[in-house]
């Protein structure tokens, strides 16, 4: 296997850690591969495919890990064409680098393959196969429908978690060892969310905006409301409001327990 | 070690799991008592105090566990004086009712006391002691900075994720299953928030009011500039307020790692 990345530091990292077999030039490291993952934050996956393009052997499959697929779609088909089989694992930590990765990353988490019009059936089946013996539960899902399913259950629950995270540093009044002590769970996972890769969750807004502000949209009408109940200390109406919400993660809870996750490969 | 609650549901099953000796009335449940703790949501804080004020004996201390300070003094000091020295335990899950409760829920977890200005040094003592026997770290603080440190890392907090979780429940092209499979962390931490007890919630909200409307308030505001970046597809902006949250949680994870945690009393 081998890889490449345009920073010297993360190509020194990888060796050091025997990643795989680190190259100079995307061209030397594309050169005859079956299969191409593009991994970079999805701004650079156009410039990223067009650099490649003129060094894939007959038949190789690109892919990515990209969290946006319609703009990756129209950045990259105009370099690959047909043998780009846009993907996203839904998998990842607050860290990020080559020493972030770990054998067990992608088991039992979902991996969405996003084909084209013109996606070569055995192709998509081998990328399918690929993702499978690393542990994924492969689906298949329209471009358009993951990047408004992925805006509502990852983009704006980030941009909201980042929000909170820098209120509480600016209140002057209440210290960093006060918020790092006493916060409850749910803050600490708001603080984990917002430490992730700056670059990554530009690149994710600037290319999922529409269904991005749909989202936040909803959530500051809905947020509003809360805020108006809380200020006229309007009771029946928090309770009612949090009784539903409480509803729908039961909900959730039981469809949890329905998916069987696949035992961990050790 | 006696107990009470008024629902008679909660008392069967706290019986049923021998979870200390279930009295009928809150009056059998206190006599005797040296140290009696209200478990009760803060806006029932006041008349608990009052039923069992007159059955107090001689010398009791009287705490108790609510996640507001200032609206809890004010409504149970009239009943209690100085007997009453309020605590906040920062501690516990989604779950509630006598069978969420397990050993370890105060290990190595904050404690806060927020002792009033006539409150008895050695009652104040003997409270400190038979937290930290229970595995807590004990800390004193203001009752008023107590509830505005609180907004910031638990109530706002709160009512962010309930409403991302109503956002994704009422967003039709979205289907619950494709919340549950395909959501980030990120969302998932969310919706494991939201799905906690909605009358302690409400009650919360209703009396620390002020505190958290200032920091939603500012919350407000912070999210509005980032909606407007990501509309305007300012990525200079977006990178560079990505990156200050990303300091300011690199910021806690070191103060984090300095603080030691006991290890657990199992």
């Not at 020493?99 to 088991?107: C, I, K, P, Q, S």
């Given at each position: 296997m081998t890889g490449y990345s345009r920073s010297a530091e993360t190509r020194k990292i990888a060796a050091e850690i025997d990643l795989?077999?680190?190259?100079?030039?995307a061209a030397e490291a594309v050169v005859g591969a079956d299969l191409v993952i593009l991994c970079v934050p999805v701004g650079a996956m156009g410039a990223a495919a067009k650099e490649i393009a003129p060094y894939l052997k007959e038949g190789a499959i690109v892919s990515d890990v990209g969290s946006v697929k319609t703009e990756v779609i129209e950045a990259v088909y105009p370099h690959l064409g047909d043998r780009f089989i846009p993907a996203h694992p839904i998998a990842g930590t607050e860290h990020s680098g080559p020493?972030?990765?770990?054998?067990?990353?992608?088991?039992?988490r979902w991996l969405l393959l996003t084909p084209?019009?013109?996606?070569s059936k055995q192709a998509v089946a081998a990328l399918r196969k690929f993702w499978e013996e690393m542990g994924s539960d492969v689906d298949e899902m329209d471009p358009q429908h993951h990047d408004l399913v992925l805006a509502v259950t990852s983009h704006a629950p980030h941009l909201i978690a980042f929000t909170m995270v820098g209120v509480a540093d600016d209140l002057g009044r209440v210290t960093s060892s006060e918020v790092v002590n006493y916060s409850a769970a749910g803050f600490r996972d708001f603080t984990r969310i917002a430490a992730s890769d700056p670059t990554m969750w530009r690149d994710i807004f600037l290319n999922n905006r529409d269904a991005v502000l749909e989202v936040l949209g909803r959530f500051n009408e809905d947020l509003s409301e809360l805020q108006r109940a809380v200020r006229r200390g309007d009771g029946d109406k928090l309770h009612r409001l949090f009784s539903s919400t409480r509803d729908v993660r039961r909900g959730i809870l039981e469809l949890g327990q329905d998916r069987k996750r696949k035992p961990s490969k050790k």
């Open positions: 795989c077999e680190v190259m100079e030039t020493r972030a990765g770990f054998a067990e990353l992608f088991d039992g084209l019009e013109n996606s």
